[in-house]
């Protein structure tokens, strides 16, 4: 199992502990790329898969990196819901 594998586990397992660092390799390894959407966009950031035309945005958790469980759940949703995961 890689990295990757496991870091998705974790991520599918939805721990309190779940950082914004490890939600970017989760979708990068997915097929999403972080997309910059300006100078106003605030703690907002997006993540695009051109593959399934697919965008998917939240706010950046500050002042600490902990992803909220509410955005987690909400990102696997649309990932399942894609066919990202299984």
Do not use: W
């Amino acid at each position: 199992m890689s990295k990757t594998d496991k870091l998705v586990q974790r991520f599918l397992s939805i721990p309190k502990d779940f950082t914004f660092e490890e939600l970017r390799k989760v979708l990068k390894g997915c097929g999403y790329e972080e997309i910059k959407t300006g100078k106003t966009s605030g703690s907002r950031v997006a993540f695009y898969n051109s593959e399934l035309d697919d965008l998917i945005k939240f706010h950046k958790p500050h002042p600490s990196s902990i992803m909220k469980r509410c955005y987690l759940r909400e990102i696997e949703k649309q990932l399942r819901d894609k066919g990202v995961l299984k």
